[in-house]
C-alpha cells in the first residue's frame, strides 16, 4: 500500500546512500541524519504525499551536497517560468493567456510573502552556495507539490500576486496543467526579437559572435551530453 511503498522507499535511500557517496556526513551527523530518517518513518500515516515529498526533500539536502537530491516526477506544473534576479523573483515567461504577469516582481503565493516562502524553502533546496538556491527556487514555486507540501497552497489551485513597475499589485488564480513548454509567449517569439538569454533554449550550449561589439556570446544552458 502506500505507506509501505514510502517506507520502502525511504530505507532504500537511508542504506544506499551513505554506501554511493564518497563522505555521506562530512556536514550532518550521521545520528542526525539516522534520527531524521527515523522521524519521517514514523510520520507516514499521518503525512500527505506533498509533505512526503517535502520531508524527504529536506532529508537529502540536509547532507549538504547540491549534487544529491529527492527528485520525483511532477504530473502537473503552474505555467509559469521565475527567475531571481538581484532585487526579487519576476516572471520570466508563461503561456499566452498569462503574458500581461509576464516582468512583473512576484509579491507572493496565496497569503504567503515572498520572503516567508523563501525560508520555507531554504531547507528543502540542496545547495552550497546563494546562487544555487536562487535558480532552483524559481523553478520550485511553479511545482504543485512542493508548494502543497510547505503548506502555502492546499489544492491544484494557487493566487499569483505580482508588482509591476508603478507598485500597483495584480493578482491572478491559477490551475496547475499538464501546459506543453512550447507554448510559453517568449519561446514563441521571432528569433531576432528574443534577447540572447532567451534564444536557443532547446540546446545544451550555444554560441554567437556580435560583429558590432566584436564580443563572443556563450550560452551554457545544460550540464549533460549532447
Given amino acids: 500500500d502506500r505507506d509501505a ?20 556526513f562530512f556536514k550532518v551527523e550521521k ?8 522521524s519521517i518513518k514514523e510520520r507516514i500515516p499521518s503525512l500527505t504525499d506533498d509533505e512526503m515529498i517535502v520531508e524527504v526533500s529536506k532529508l537529502i539536502a540536509s547532507v549538504g551536497d ?4 529527492f527528485e520525483f516526477n511532477t504530473k502537473k506544473v503552474y505555467p509559469f517560468v521565475f527567475y531571481y534576479f538581484d532585487d526579487g523573483i519576476y516572471l520570466l515567461d508563461s503561456i499566452p493567456e498569462y503574458s500581461e504577469f509576464i516582468g512583473l516582481k ?43 507540501g510547505l503548506n502555502i497552497t492546499k489544492s491544484q489551485k494557487a493566487k499569483f500576486s505580482f508588482i509591476d513597475k508603478k507598485g500597483n499589485e495584480k493578482s491572478v488564480d491559477v490551475e496547475s496543467s499538464k501546459f506543453n513548454r512550447m507554448d510559453l509567449q517568449n519561446r514563441n517569439m521571432d528569433e531576432s526579437e528574443k534577447m540572447l538569454y532567451l534564444k536557443n533554449s532547446d540546446k545544451y550550449y550555444w554560441y554567437e559572435f556580435l560583429e558590432e561589439e566584436k564580443f563572443l556570446y556563450f550560452q551554457y544552458n545544460s550540464c549533460a551530453n549532447m
Fill in 5 to 24: 511503498k514510502w517506507l520502502a522507499d525511504i530505507e532504500f535511500a537511508s542504506e544506499q546512500l551513505p554506501k554511493r557517496h564518497k563522505d555521506l
Fill in 31 to 38: 545520528e542526525e541524519f539516522l534520527t531524521n530518517v527515523e
Fill in 66 to 69: 547540491a549534487h544529491t537530491r
Fill in 106 to 148: 512576484l509579491k507572493g503565493v496565496n497569503e504567503k510573502s515572498v520572503e516567508e516562502i523563501r525560508t520555507l524553502f531554504r531547507p528543502i533546496i540542496p545547495h552550497e552556495n546563494e546562487p544555487q538556491f536562487k535558480k532552483k527556487i524559481a523553478k520550485y514555486l511553479a511545482t504543485p507539490e512542493f508548494l502543497n
